[in-house]
C-alpha cells in the first residue's frame, strides 16, 4: 500500500510568514527555511521580531483570513485523495493552519502549536516532535506503507530522503544546488504526472 506525505506552505498554500511581512512592512520576517534551515534559530528570530514590533495573535489571523489556496491547490489535493490517501506534514501551527484547511476540503495535518499569552502575545512555540517529517514517514513505513513525500525547502529534505520515492516541488534554485540528486517538480501538471507514475509503479 503507497501514502503521500506533502509540505504545505510552498504547495498548497502561499507562504503564510511572507504575507504578514507583506501586510507589516516588517522585511526580516520574509525570511523563511527556505533562506534559514536551522527551524529554531528561524522561529526565535521571528518571536523577537513579534514582540519588538508589539504583533499578536489576531494580527497574524488578520492577515491568514485574507489568504487562499495557491492556485489549482484543491484541485490537486482532490485528486490526489481520490487515488491514494495523502498526510500534510508542516512546520507551521495550528492556529495559523486550522482556517485555512476548510479551504482545502479538511486533508489530514499534522503540525505544531503556539503557547500565547492572556494579552494574545505569541510568547514560544512547541514542536509536536523534533524532526516530525522523517519520523513520520519511518512510522509509516514501519506500518509497511511505501511513502511517497514531496515538499518545496530545506526542512522537507529528511522525509523526502527518508520515504521510498520522495521529489520536490516548485524549490528554490539553492536547494537543486545542494540536493542535485532529488528530482523536481515545477508545477502541478508535473505533480500529477509524477505522483500517477509512482502511484502506478
Known amino acids: 500500500m503507497k501514502i503521500l506525505v506533502a509540505d504545505l506552505e510552498g504547495v498548497f498554500l502561499p507562504e503564510i510568514w511572507i504575507n504578514v511581512a507583506l501586510k507589516t512592512g516588517i522585511e526580516e520576517l520574509k ?28 494580527d497574524i489571523k488578520e492577515v491568514i483570513s485574507t489568504l487562499e489556496p495557491l492556485e489549482g491547490a484543491k484541485q490537486i489535493l482532490d485528486w490526489i485523495r481520490s487515488r491514494a490517501q495523502i498526510i500534510i506534514l508542516s512546520d507551521t501551527f495550528e492556529e495559523f493552519a486550522k482556517p485555512l484547511m476548510a479551504k482545502l476540503g479538511f486533508p ?45 525547502s530545506y526542512n522537507d529534505i529528511g522525509m523526502i530522503q527518508k ?3 520522495g521529489f520536490f516541488f516548485c524549490p528554490p534554485p539553492s536547494c537543486v544546488t545542494d540536493f542535485p540528486d532529488i ?3 515545477q508545477n502541478y501538471d508535473e505533480l500529477k504526472t509524477m505522483i500517477g507514475s509512482l502511484l502506478e509503479c
Open 31 to 58: 525570511l523563511t527555511t527556505r533562506d534559514i534551515s536551522d527551524y529554531d534559530v528561524l522561529m526565535t528570530r521571528r518571536l523577537a521580531i513579534l514582540k519588538e514590533n508589539k504583533l499578536k495573535i489576531e
Open 108 to 152: 489530514a495535518l499534522l503540525c505544531h502549536n503556539l503557547t500565547i499569552d492572556r494579552q494574545g502575545n505569541i510568547i514560544g512555540y512547541n514542536l509536536r516532535i523534533d524532526n516530525q517529517k522523517a519520523r513520520a514517514v519511518a512510522a509509516l513505513k514501519g506500518l509497511n506503507y511505501q511513502v511517497i513525500a514531496f515538499g518545496d
Open 163 to 165: 520515504a521510498d520515492h
Open 183 to 185: 528530482p523536481v517538480t
